[in-house]
């Protein structure tokens, strides 16, 4: 089973999950139809293994290139109620679902809550090949339903979106600080590494942060953050940070 993420940050977000058969899912669409077709080609992955598309929420930087794929690829597209109301586009492609498990292909998925200012956002796990993989971005805390939901996982991948000095040193207006850092905002770098560090305990063994914000983050501090109490308890565990380049980041779980 493979986690790979094509692109990740404040400009665009989208991964694939990939089976060791060859199913594959789209995590998110968040930049252009030509960028995806790139980066699925740099990761090795043909577009004919594309079973379906999970949406996480329907902000700019995680649908903004559905719309097009969709024109082009006849693939269904898997999200809740409320998500669906707000992508009108995707009317004749949509698989509405609430909470809960489904199947796609040989990849077992189950949806879940999270909190973000969006009109139902939520979170996936992933089950295949006999590992469990999470994926939580965009959410302003990690409680503990939230957390009996990833607890289990092999591999994580979980958002490192600022650090609290920079952002509070960054050129963003007060109100958007206030929504960044609300319990419907972002995971800061601090909240990801303590999520982090539990779920090590519960056998988590690869962890990928993602959507690093450009102007209250760095790759680097997000890396140092989760790392160093990883080293301090001597946790074996491997980190490695997404980013919005063109080289896709590939784990192997």
């Known amino acids: 089973m493979k986690f790979i993420s094509l692109y990740s940050g404040s400009k665009g977000n989208a991964s694939v999950i990939l089976s060791d058969s060859g199913t594959a899912l789209l995590l998110d669409c968040g930049v252009s139809f030509l960028k995806i077709k790139k980066a699925l080609a740099a990761a090795d992955v043909d577009p004919q293994a594309l079973q379906g598309i999970v949406i996480t929420h329907e902000h700019t930087d995680h649908v903004c290139g559905l719309a097009t794929l969709l024109r082009h690829w006849d693939l269904p597209v898997y999200c809740n109620r409320r998500t669906a109301l707000a992508l ?5 492609h949509v698989i509405i679902g609430g909470n809960g498990e489904f199947t796609v292909g040989d990849i077992r998925v189950r949806r879940f809550s999270t909190y973000h200012d969006a009109a139902e956002p939520c979170g996936y796990c992933f089950w295949a090949d006999g590992k469990k993989v999470a994926a939580l971005t965009d959410c302003g805390q990690v409680d503990s339903v939230i957390f009996t939901q990833i607890e289990g996982c092999d591999m994580l991948y979980i958002e490192a979106n600022y650090d609290e000095t920079m952002l509070a040193a960054c050129n963003y207006p007060y109100h958007l600080q206030c929504r960044i850092r609300s319990e419907r905002g972002h995971l800061s770098n601090t909240v990801c590494a303590d ?9 988590l063994q690869k962890v990928l942060l993602g959507h690093v ?3 209250s983050n760095t790759y680097m501090m997000a890396a140092a953050t989760t790392t160093e109490p990883l080293r301090r308890l001597g946790l074996p565990v491997s980190v490695e940070v997404a980013d919005e380049s063109d080289m896709p980041t590939v784990v192997e779980v």
């Open 213 to 215: 914000s450009e102007n």
């Open 195 to 203: 999520t982090v560090v539990k779920l090590c305990f519960l056998g």
């Open 88 to 92: 009108p586009y995707i009317s004749e």
